[in-house]
């Protein structure tokens, strides 16, 4: 049988692109009202990417939403909520406004459409791992629960709850463990055993409400006393002891 032509480069369908700094900087430069970029360097490829822009006068980082990862409304939710805390007086890194008016813009990627959001460079450096951060981490997690205690949104966004913590990591995994049932058995189990406890408490009163969703401690920065949170992608209304428990996963 013989062998089918490829399709054009160009239109070689992929799962994930990364756009190059160069073609972003141009991007940055006609959507926003400010300096000329200077420079655009990847910072972090993941469920997420993120590239860090610098012009003469400030820094920025600019988000890259996966294909298809959030909706143009859970996007707004995301924001709307940064907006409340800055009007609080919380620190937070907050979105730029475009030039046409919109809080964040879609780039065409070859893979889909992927929203785009600039926003302000958190001052400050990780410090995490210092001592006297954890009270201080967890003093100001408890302020941004305070601080959204009263925020409302009409755009939509997935909770927090088993179906997201659980049974949605658990489709993801289930295929890589076909060849290993007894594996697959045992992580069955144990979220079974955690959904039990976490039903347990939410019953004796378990706190609900919005969670940054990705404490992890390392987005956050701390400048001098001040620790400025940022990178709330995975934000949501939840148990808010998710917030504590995720900083356990990178200091453990």
């Avoid at 420079?39 to 890259?64: E, I, K, S």
């Avoid at 001592?131 to 302020?143: H, K």
């Avoid at 406890?197 to 001098?224: K, M, P």
Wanted: with cysteine; net charge neutral; hydrophobic share 40%.
């Amino acid at each position: 049988m013989e062998a089918q032509p490829l399709p054009p480069a160009e239109h070689f369908p992929v799962s994930a692109s990364l756009p190059t700094p160069d073609a972003l900087c141009a991007t940055i430069a006609a959507a926003y009202p400010i300096a000329p970029p200077l420079q655009c360097q990847l910072w972090f490829a993941g469920t997420t990417d993120t590239y860090l822009v610098t012009t003469h006068h400030a820094r920025y980082m600019l988000r890259l939403y996966q294909a298809g990862s959030r909706t143009d409304g859970e996007v707004r939710f995301e924001l709307s909520v940064l907006h409340h805390l800055h009007r609080k007086g919380f620190a937070v890194a907050v979105p730029i406004r475009r030039r046409d008016g919109a809080w964040f813009g879609t780039l065409a990627a070859p893979e889909g459409p992927r929203q785009q959001v600039l926003f302000t460079y958190a001052p400050g450096r990780e410090a995490y791992d210092e001592d006297g951060f954890a009270e201080r981490f967890g003093r100001s997690i408890a302020a941004l629960h305070t601080a959204t205690d009263d925020f409302q949104s009409r755009h939509p966004r997935f909770q927090l709850d088993c179906t997201i913590l659980l049974d949605r990591p658990l489709r993801w995994i289930q295929p890589l463990l076909a060849h290993r049932p007894t594996d697959w058995q045992n992580l069955c189990a144990i979220a079974t055993r955690l959904r039990q406890r976490v039903e347990a408490h939410a019953i004796r009163g378990l706190s609900w409400g919005f969670c940054h969703g990705d404490a992890l401690g390392s987005n956050t920065h701390r400048d001098a006393d001040t620790l400025t949170h940022f990178d709330f992608n995975d934000c949501g209304f939840g148990w808010r002891a998710y917030d504590l428990a995720t900083y356990l996963w990178i200091i453990s």
